[in-house]
């Protein structure tokens, strides 16, 4: 009898480790240090294997001027990009976007996460040919092993419960080989403990995706509604780099970002009547007509290219809003941009090459402030000169140059304040 339960005893312990390394948040636990530490801080802005907002970081010791130049550049890259040669050269080539300073992270912790980048193995492409020999390149979607640990986990918990059924039977065998009258076992679906059991676990289970949901109300992140002009930023931000702010001039003036009006698309369409470029490939591998989306905006305006004139009543461009946020958040385009000269694309993604736009950012609550407290303030323009919305926090300047801090984050003048989003 001492055999079978020590037997058992073995056995259930087995069960429990295997169910606990078959769920995701054990894997995840277990994965190389590198890369948890690569989706925290980095993947907002990088991708280990190709250029995003900015660099790609596979290869990057490479292409530094010393091995420890990295630990510099990340503990304090506000001092780093006004006087080191090489840091000035990769703002330029970022278009002026200028990284987050991270100081809390290690030099072991940057190792790691470079080392992820290097060994980073990118999942499978397929490439496809349109009209006109366009081609469209995809990548293929990584697999989510989500349900597959789902159903291992399941039959290991059938297989638990089946070990407890062998177990009750040996137990009933040995009593009756021993001249003990034991009870009837009392079957599955009427045993108190395992409903208790299956009641606890489906609880959790329920508890668990209730509050996922409830938390993903109203996000809306990889949102890409049909506009009603097929408006491809690749081409305008893109090829043709127009200035974000030509077309949003809100965004460094006032709270909204604001929509261009007609009259500023027809601007630069008076001129251009039709497309000339490469074939633009959409999302479902079709070809854009963009002289036939060029007409459209003719019509909105109520524009004859033929005469050159306005003959008919124009309209405004009923826009799709993609970017919403909850009526309780106060958000203000100008602090950001203007103030704190964060690039758009921290925000919305590389703009500048999406056919269509989608939102990029989950724009949650924990998303920003986690860029609050990772944001330096920019204090200085790229000048050097003062920046007056700053003035007021003279204690920090002089602490600064007082070496008490090398840089101050946006948590530490209150960023991370409730009043400062919700009042």
């Known amino acids: 009898?001492?055999?079978?339960?020590?037997?058992?005893?073995?056995?259930?312990?087995?069960?429990?480790?295997?169910?606990?390394?078959?769920?995701?948040?054990?894997?995840?636990?277990?994965?190389?240090?590198?890369?948890?530490?690569?989706?925290?801080?980095?993947?907002?802005?990088?991708?280990?294997?190709?250029?995003?907002?900015?660099?790609?970081?596979?290869?990057?010791?490479?292409?530094?001027?010393s091995k420890d130049w990295v630990y510099k550049w990340i503990h304090n890259t506000t001092s780093m990009v006004m006087t080191d040669p090489y840091?000035?050269?990769?703002?330029?080539?970022?278009?002026?976007?200028?990284?987050?300073?991270?100081?809390?992270?290690?030099?072991?912790?940057?190792?790691?996460i470079l080392q992820y980048a290097n060994d980073f193995k990118p999942a499978g492409t397929a490439t496809t040919t349109g009209p006109g020999g366009a081609t469209s390149v995809s990548a293929t979607p990584s697999s989510d092993n989500t349900v597959l640990y789902g159903i291992l986990t399941l039959i290991l918990a059938v297989v638990g419960l089946i070990l407890l059924q062998v177990n009750s039977n040996l137990k009933k065998l040995t009593d009756e080989k021993d001249g003990i009258k034991s009870p009837q076992p009392v079957p599955f679906y009427r045993n108190k403990a395992y409903l208790l059991l299956l009641t606890i676990v489906l609880f959790i289970f329920a508890g668990y995706f209730l509050v996922e949901g409830a938390m993903g109300l109203g996000r809306q992140q990889g949102y890409q509604p049909n506009q009603p002009i097929y408006f491809v930023h690749k081409v305008h931000a893109g090829v043709n780099q127009i200035s974000c702010l030509y077309c949003h001039g809100g965004a460094q003036d006032s709270k909204h970002a604001t929509i261009p009006a007609v009259n500023v698309c027809m601007n630069c369409h008076k001129a251009i009547k039709e497309y000339a470029g490469a074939p633009i490939i959409k999302e479902d591998g079709t070809t854009l007509d963009a002289n036939a989306e060029i007409q459209k905006l003719y019509k909105y305006a109520g524009w004859n290219p033929d005469t050159k004139t306005y003959d008919k009543p124009g309209k405004p461009i009923e826009w799709i809003k993609i970017h919403n946020l909850p009526d309780f958040v106060y958000f203000n385009h100008s602090q950001h941009v203007k103030v704190g000269r964060v690039a758009c694309q921290t925000c919305h993604g590389e703009i500048q090459n999406m056919i269509q736009v989608k939102q990029f950012s989950d724009l949650s609550m924990g998303w920003c402030v986690n860029c609050h407290r990772t944001t330096n303030v920019q204090f200085n323009d790229d000048k050097g000169n003062g920046n007056k919305f700053y003035s007021i926090y003279e204690k920090f300047h002089q602490d600064i140059k007082d070496k008490k801090y090398d840089s101050v984050t946006v948590q530490m003048i209150g960023g991370t304040e409730c009043g400062k989003c919700h009042y």
């Open 87 to 112: 840091a000035k050269k990769l703002k330029d080539e970022m278009g002026g976007v200028v990284m987050t300073e991270f100081p809390d992270l290690s030099n072991a912790d940057i190792d790691a």
């Open 1 to 65: 009898m001492n055999q079978v339960k020590r037997l058992f005893t073995k056995t259930f312990a087995v069960f429990i480790f295997l169910t606990l390394i078959s769920s995701q948040g054990f894997l995840y636990a277990q994965s190389s240090n590198g890369e948890a530490l690569f989706k925290a801080n980095c993947a907002s802005c990088h991708k280990p294997d190709e250029k995003y907002v900015g660099p790609a970081l596979k290869g990057a010791r490479d292409r530094e001027p």
